[in-house]
């Protein structure tokens, strides 16, 4: 106990460590399951960072050709990449070797997952609203980085499914505009496959994109701690506190806990399943292929947007060629992650309001945001379906064609279905909340009147639970309203127009009125 | 600070501070009605098991300091697993065995100590929620006037609005000096026009069709009708460098048809021999391996993503997205028999390009 003290006091004459302390020992984290998939990208990236860098101490990225003369029999004499045969010499040669290119596996497929529910979660829960619109633009692109290093990870060993993912990438480069050819050749270091990509993206995948992705971790982080925690509705909970956990001591250990807790699980599948066995798959050549090639399961929407399109599409204008098959894809893609990361400014300019929002809301009681994100995780789904296609077609004993054709319908239809039945749920189930919290739930109770009549008993809701369902935000659509000069802006018509898509179909909460009306 | 909760009575300060905060900015279109119902404040303590039964208490404690000693066990496991499960060389299992047992090990010494840990916070540890109260994101108005005063305060001591000169080519400066960066790039590849080396792949008039990846030439009597080769030009193997940036050019598909199947046009009659014909094995839409060959029906298939060609027409595209034909080697055969190629490829092959057309 002496030397904690003597130690705590000799660091905070050196370091102010106790205004930290003050300020930040005893933050309150609210809970909530939803609130852990932030956590679990968190880790899963802290497990990335530690698994990847035994991997570096083994791994060699030249693309120089040798003969393999590992212990893996069926490649013995087969000329390959250095990279694809230290790859294998990790997983063959060295004790923990294949387990840790497995974690780092895993725990990179979870780390995307994690974040893209956390964005999920952060979307229909409108936690996105003031003050955090940058925290979500900054999630946004720690969202992009994260796929941008998996797709270099998983190009590194230079194995033929990997190296087929870069063929690709190439003829997509390619049909860009203007100087296509010329990005590939300096990309490539020479023409497609060159000797100097692997290096090219070992150097991104461990340097620059992870550097650039921990700085962004760091501002995702100080921002959480300045705006603070949001926090679902309940009894006592207000826009203006944040009840929960201390961090000193119960959210460090849950947390904490949490991150051994997450890490475990990933040793766990590690040990127990194989995932991207290269040694399947042989050395990159230009010319075999597998059947069933597919992505890791984040790419798969990107590659299944190359899918989708339909043949014939492309065109040459005064000799220079547009590869629409390659083009449409390309941006359809860019145009839906941009509106990703730029909803929370649309939302904001729709309802115009200022205040600061520290309340999640429940998806059903903001339906048409709900229903929006409904119709583009639909979208996304189906190219993500679209990257499987071939699959689908065998598994199912399907003709590829009917696969293809139907997920079109389900990409450019399906969203609008998705978006349309949402609403109608979400409205429908507000309905159902207004009802309960008016006349209470039904209690299975039945009682036979003197005259003969049944009825069911109706229990009323503690004023507890009855706040969970009438404190959320109302909107009513903009009414246009001329300027000072008399005029009404286009801007103002367009935002007239939104709002009322946003805001024309809505069920209030109850009030206090109606309540007191009821009871008597 | 963070305070322990008392029922309604931080309730009632928080609803008050609703009113105060919502009156300071704009709720644009947001309905804000006076008779809301109010918030019914704090429900009361729910209390858990280890807070009233010592026992309980006690045996949380115990499971709690149990698991982290299972923790230990499983960091010890693991170390054994190490030197316990070896790889041999030549026996495959081993890799599984020591990937297996080393894994577990670790697990049960991370599992331990987070599920420990978790269960300790759950089930010993202070139970109470606490409260701190949000303030406004902005800073005060204090503040930010000390903020203003700062920058106008060095906008007045630098003259960085007033030296306009300076401030502009300073601006100048700072946009010209990225520009180097852009022109060090160029050396990322050779001084070469990558547009023409995209126009020309290894074949050429009399180049043979050889076996992939043995180089073995073929002969056309070998070519059955319904069979198909992967085919790589002859030299391709013996090439010192630039083996797989050739082969991702050159490599080529070989396929006999019924000649009455080939719907062959007036001008491409001479590219095939005896219904044996060659095209390109990169696909058009993005540059994957056509690998894929149907006999029955003489389609070809792209793996990558489900174009179809037709063999027996001139590979046009049938279904999925690529745009074009794969571009077809006229053969021929050399007076000893082996297939050869009549010329290079009339058209670049591969992926489309901007400068493709030209």
């Known amino acids: ?520 | 600070m963070a305070h322990d909760h008392d029922g309604a009575a931080s309730g009632e300060t928080a609803e008050t501070a609703v009113e105060k905060h919502a009156s300071s900015a704009s709720p644009g279109v947001a309905v804000e009605r006076a008779d809301r119902i109010p918030n019914p404040g704090f429900p009361p303590e729910r209390l858990r098991v280890t807070d009233v039964d010592p026992a309980k208490e006690r045996a949380a404690e115990r499971t709690v300091s149990g698991l982290f000693l299972l923790s230990v066990v499983g960091s010890v496991l693991a170390v054994v697993a190490y030197f316990a499960f070896p790889i041999v060389e030549g026996d495959p299992s081993t890799i599984r065995l020591n990937n297996l047992f080393l894994g577990l090990g670790i697990t049960l010494g991370l599992l331990g100590i987070g599920i420990g840990a978790v269960h300790w916070s759950k089930a010993l540890m202070h139970g109470h929620e606490l409260v701190e109260e949000r303030h406004p994101t902005r800073g005060s108005d204090d503040t930010r006037a000390k903020a203003i005063e700062i920058f106008q305060a060095g906008n007045a001591e630098s003259g960085f609005t007033r030296r306009s000169l300076v401030r502009n080519t300073l601006i100048g400066a700072l946009v010209a000096t990225p520009i180097p960066a852009i022109a060090i790039f160029r050396d990322l590849a050779p001084a070469e026009d990558p547009i023409a080396l995209l126009k020309h792949t290894m074949w050429e008039e009399g180049v043979r069709l050889t076996r992939d990846p043995s180089g073995t030439p073929i002969k056309a009597s070998e070519v059955t009708i319904g069979s198909a080769f992967h085919v790589i030009p002859d030299g391709l193997v013996d090439l010192e460098s630039h083996k797989l940036e050739e082969k991702a050019k050159a490599a080529v598909l070989l396929m006999r048809l019924p000649v009455e199947r080939l719907n062959e046009r007036e001008d491409r009659k001479d590219w095939s021999y005896d219904g044996i014909v060659a095209y390109s094995k990169i696909c058009t839409h993005v540059g994957c391996p056509v690998a894929l060959y149907e006999q029955q029906t003489h389609h070809l298939l792209c793996p990558c993503h489900q174009s179809e060609f037709d063999v027996a027409n001139h590979a046009e595209v049938i279904f999925g997205p690529a745009a074009r034909p794969l571009p077809q080697l006229p053969i021929t055969v050399d007076e000893e028999g082996y297939l050869v190629a009549k010329s290079d490829f009339t058209e670049p092959v591969g992926p489309s390009f901007w400068e493709r057309a030209l």
């Open chain 1, 1 to 520: 106990m002496r030397f904690t003290g003597w130690a705590a006091n000799y660091i905070d004459e050196r370091t102010s460590a106790s205004t930290a302390v003050k300020s930040l020992g005893r933050k309150i984290f609210p809970d909530h399951w939803s609130f852990m998939l932030g956590e679990v990208a968190l880790y899963s990236f802290v497990v990335i960072l530690l698994s990847g860098t035994f991997l570096t101490f083994f791994f060699d990225p030249s693309m120089t050709e040798v003969e393999y003369e590992g212990s893996y029999v069926p490649l013995q004499g087969i000329p390959m990449s250095v990279a694809y045969h230290s790859s294998l010499d990790i997983s063959f040669e060295i004790r923990g070797g294949l387990l840790m290119r497995q974690v780092h596996h895993w725990a990179a497929l979870l780390f995307v997952a994690a974040i893209g529910l956390h964005m999920l979660r952060v979307f229909f829960t409108g936690a996105f609203r003031k003050p955090r619109e940058l925290n979500w633009v900054i999630g946004f692109l720690l969202f992009v980085l994260a796929m941008a290093l998996g797709f270099t990870g998983y190009s590194l060993p230079d194995d033929l499914l990997s190296g087929n993912g870069l063929r690709i990438i190439d003829g997509m480069i390619k049909a860009v505009p203007l100087a296509g050819g010329w990005i590939s050749y300096l990309l490539f270091g020479d023409e497609f496959p060159g000797l100097d990509i692997i290096p090219r993206l070992y150097v991104l995948h461990i340097l620059l994109l992870p550097a650039i992705l921990v700085a962004l971790i760091g501002a995702h982080m100080v921002l959480l701690i300045v705006n603070k925690h949001t926090q679902f509705a309940g009894p006592g909970r207000t826009n203006d506190n944040v009840v929960g956990a201390p961090v000193m001591p119960v959210f460090a250990a849950k947390a904490g806990g949490f991150f051994f807790i997450v890490f475990g699980v990933i040793v766990l599948i590690a040990s127990l399943f194989t995932i991207n066995p290269i040694w399947n798959y042989g050395p990159y050549d230009p010319s075999p292929v597998s059947a069933g090639t597919q992505p890791d399961w984040y790419i798969g929407f990107a590659d299944g947007a190359l899918r989708l399109i339909p043949p014939h599409l492309e065109s040459v204008i005064f000799g220079y060629t547009w590869s629409w098959n390659v083009l449409i894809p390309l941006v359809g893609l860019l145009v839906f992650l941009a509106a990703a990361a730029l909803y929370p400014f649309l939302e904001a300019w729709v309802t115009g309001d200022k205040r600061e929002h520290h309340i999640a809301e429940r998806p059903r009681n903001n339906p048409t945001r709900t229903a929006i994100g409904a119709a583009g995780v639909t979208f996304y789904a189906g190219l993500w379906a679209a990257a499987s296609s071939d699959l689908i077609a065998t598994h199912f004993r399907l003709s590829i064609e009917g696969v293809i054709h139907a997920l079109q319908f389900v990409t450019v239809v399906g969203p609008f279905i998705a978006y349309f039945v949402t609403k109608r749920v979400c409205l429908a189930l507000m309905r159902k909340d207004r009802e309960i919290a008016l006349h209470g739930f039904e209690s299975g109770r039945i009682v036979r009147l003197p005259g003969g009549e049944y009825i069911e008993v109706h229990e009323q809701l503690d004023d507890y639970e009855r706040w969970k369902l009438v404190s959320y935000e109302e909107y009513q659509p903009l009414m246009v309203r001329p300027d000072a000069r008399g005029r009404i802006s286009a801007s103002q018509r367009v935002r007239a127009g939104l709002s009322r898509w946003f805001f024309e179909d809505r069920i209030s909460p109850v009030t206090q009125r109606e309540l007191e009306s009821q009871r008597h």
